[in-house]
Protein backbone atom coordinates (compact mmCIF):
# COMPACT_ATOMS: atom_id res chain seq x y z
CA UNK A 1 0.00 0.00 0.00
CA UNK A 2 0.69 3.52 -1.06
CA UNK A 3 1.50 5.93 1.83
CA UNK A 4 -1.41 8.17 -0.51
CA UNK A 5 -3.37 4.65 0.20
CA UNK A 6 -3.10 4.74 3.35
CA UNK A 7 -3.82 8.25 4.05
CA UNK A 8 -7.02 7.37 2.02
CA UNK A 9 -8.01 4.53 3.62
CA UNK A 10 -6.84 6.57 7.10
CA UNK A 11 -9.54 9.41 6.12
CA UNK A 12 -12.13 7.12 5.03
CA UNK A 13 -12.58 5.78 8.26
CA UNK A 14 -12.09 9.39 9.84
CA UNK A 15 -9.35 9.22 11.68
CA UNK A 16 -6.95 11.80 10.05
CA UNK A 17 -9.71 14.18 11.24
CA UNK A 18 -9.48 12.90 14.81
CA UNK A 19 -5.52 13.63 14.67
CA UNK A 20 -6.47 17.07 13.22
CA UNK A 21 -8.80 17.87 16.02
CA UNK A 22 -5.97 16.95 18.64
CA UNK A 23 -3.51 19.29 16.71
CA UNK A 24 -5.92 21.77 17.23
CA UNK A 25 -6.59 21.45 20.43
CA UNK A 26 -2.90 21.52 21.95
CA UNK A 27 -2.06 24.77 21.80
CA UNK A 28 -5.21 26.33 23.99
CA UNK A 29 -3.65 24.24 26.29
CA UNK A 30 -0.80 26.59 27.07
CA UNK A 31 -3.29 29.15 27.59
CA UNK A 32 -4.82 27.20 30.63
CA UNK A 33 -3.72 28.97 34.20
CA UNK A 34 -2.73 26.06 35.97
CA UNK A 35 0.40 24.32 34.72
CA UNK A 36 0.87 21.16 32.63
CA UNK A 37 2.15 18.26 34.49
CA UNK A 38 5.01 16.25 32.82
CA UNK A 39 3.73 12.72 33.85
CA UNK A 40 7.17 10.81 34.96
CA UNK A 41 7.23 7.14 34.23
CA UNK A 42 9.87 4.62 35.58
CA UNK A 43 9.92 1.16 35.50
CA UNK A 44 9.19 -0.81 38.84
CA UNK A 45 13.19 -1.17 39.09
CA UNK A 46 13.82 2.51 38.49
CA UNK A 47 11.87 3.21 41.19
CA UNK A 48 13.44 0.59 43.67
CA UNK A 49 16.52 2.48 43.17
CA UNK A 50 15.02 5.81 43.73
CA UNK A 51 12.73 5.03 46.74
CA UNK A 52 13.43 3.94 50.29
CA UNK A 53 11.43 0.52 50.80
CA UNK A 54 9.16 2.22 53.31
CA UNK A 55 8.50 4.74 49.83
CA UNK A 56 8.36 2.04 47.49
CA UNK A 57 5.88 0.73 49.22
CA UNK A 58 3.38 2.94 49.64
CA UNK A 59 3.78 4.77 46.88
CA UNK A 60 4.36 2.41 44.13
CA UNK A 61 2.39 -0.73 45.95
CA UNK A 62 -0.07 1.27 47.59
CA UNK A 63 1.11 0.17 51.19
CA UNK A 64 -0.11 1.81 54.19
CA UNK A 65 1.95 3.06 57.23
CA UNK A 66 1.99 2.61 60.28
CA UNK A 67 0.27 5.34 61.97
CA UNK A 68 1.91 7.65 64.01
CA UNK A 69 5.17 6.44 62.51
CA UNK A 70 5.74 9.49 60.65
CA UNK A 71 7.70 13.04 62.29
CA UNK A 72 5.45 14.86 59.65
CA UNK A 73 2.61 14.08 62.12
CA UNK A 74 3.53 17.05 64.57
CA UNK A 75 5.41 19.33 61.62
CA UNK A 76 4.08 22.41 62.09
CA UNK A 77 6.18 24.69 60.03
CA UNK A 78 5.32 26.87 57.28
CA UNK A 79 6.42 25.19 54.13
CA UNK A 80 5.31 22.84 51.45
CA UNK A 81 4.39 19.13 51.52
CA UNK A 82 6.21 17.17 48.04
CA UNK A 83 5.97 14.26 46.44
CA UNK A 84 8.75 11.83 47.87
CA UNK A 85 8.84 9.73 44.51
CA UNK A 86 9.45 13.06 41.92
CA UNK A 87 9.16 16.14 44.19
CA UNK A 88 5.71 17.72 42.52
CA UNK A 89 4.35 19.97 45.50
CA UNK A 90 1.03 18.74 46.84
CA UNK A 91 0.31 20.35 49.97
CA UNK A 92 0.12 23.62 51.62
CA UNK A 93 0.97 23.80 55.33
CA UNK A 94 -1.85 26.54 56.04
CA UNK A 95 -4.23 23.51 54.78
CA UNK A 96 -2.49 20.64 57.44
CA UNK A 97 -4.61 20.35 60.52
CA UNK A 98 -4.23 17.46 63.43
CA UNK A 99 -6.69 15.21 62.54
CA UNK A 100 -5.61 12.91 65.34
CA UNK A 101 -4.98 9.70 62.94
CA UNK A 102 -2.29 9.14 62.98
CA UNK A 103 -1.48 10.37 59.43
CA UNK A 104 -0.31 13.49 58.17
CA UNK A 105 -3.89 15.09 57.19
CA UNK A 106 -4.66 18.07 54.99
CA UNK A 107 -8.02 19.65 53.81
CA UNK A 108 -7.02 20.85 50.69
CA UNK A 109 -4.59 20.00 47.67
CA UNK A 110 -2.52 22.66 45.25
CA UNK A 111 -4.16 22.59 42.71
CA UNK A 112 -4.18 20.03 40.11
CA UNK A 113 -1.70 18.33 42.12
CA UNK A 114 -3.11 14.75 42.57
CA UNK A 115 -5.79 12.69 40.51
CA UNK A 116 -8.20 10.24 42.16
CA UNK A 117 -9.51 6.87 41.61
CA UNK A 118 -12.72 4.61 43.64
CA UNK A 119 -10.56 1.31 45.59
CA UNK A 120 -11.96 -1.43 47.37
CA UNK A 121 -9.33 -2.41 49.36
CA UNK A 122 -11.64 -2.34 52.33
CA UNK A 123 -14.84 -3.62 50.45
CA UNK A 124 -16.43 -0.64 50.82
CA UNK A 125 -15.47 2.03 48.03
CA UNK A 126 -12.89 4.50 49.43
CA UNK A 127 -11.09 7.56 47.20
CA UNK A 128 -7.50 6.96 46.78
CA UNK A 129 -5.34 9.66 45.39
CA UNK A 130 -2.11 9.56 43.59
CA UNK A 131 0.27 12.35 42.56
CA UNK A 132 -0.47 13.77 39.01
CA UNK A 133 2.90 13.58 37.84
CA UNK A 134 3.88 10.18 39.13
CA UNK A 135 1.38 8.39 39.71
CA UNK A 136 2.06 7.50 43.43
CA UNK A 137 -0.08 6.45 45.88
CA UNK A 138 -0.52 9.15 48.64
CA UNK A 139 -3.32 7.76 50.78
CA UNK A 140 -7.33 8.49 50.85
CA UNK A 141 -10.11 11.15 51.14
CA UNK A 142 -12.50 11.04 53.58
CA UNK A 143 -15.35 13.40 54.28
CA UNK A 144 -14.93 13.99 58.00
CA UNK A 145 -12.66 17.05 57.27
CA UNK A 146 -12.34 20.57 58.65
CA UNK A 147 -14.18 23.65 56.68
CA UNK A 148 -14.36 25.22 54.19
CA UNK A 149 -13.44 21.86 52.15
CA UNK A 150 -15.13 19.48 54.39
CA UNK A 151 -12.39 16.98 53.12
CA UNK A 152 -9.50 14.98 55.08
CA UNK A 153 -6.99 13.88 53.09
CA UNK A 154 -5.00 11.39 54.90
CA UNK A 155 -1.54 11.32 53.70
CA UNK A 156 1.35 8.47 54.45
CA UNK A 157 3.90 10.61 55.59
CA UNK A 158 6.77 8.51 54.14
CA UNK A 159 5.58 9.68 50.43
CA UNK A 160 5.72 13.48 51.38
CA UNK A 161 9.14 15.53 51.87
CA UNK A 162 8.46 18.97 53.78
CA UNK A 163 10.31 21.80 52.20
CA UNK A 164 10.44 24.22 55.18
CA UNK A 165 9.27 28.12 54.07
CA UNK A 166 12.46 30.43 54.00
CA UNK A 167 12.80 32.55 56.66
ZN1 LIG B 1 5.00 12.23 42.40
Redesign the pocket.
Known amino acids: MTRRQWLGLLSSLGLSSLSSRAAQAAPADTKTALPRIEP?LLTNAQWRQRLTPAQYDV?REEGTERPGSSPLNTEKRKGTY???????A?FASSTKYDSGTGWPSFFDTLPSAVQTKRDFHLVLPRTEY???????H?GHIFNDGPKPTGLRYCNNGVALKFVPEAA
Request: hydrophobic letters at 35%; one cysteine or more.
Open positions: LLHCAGCGLLHCARCGGH
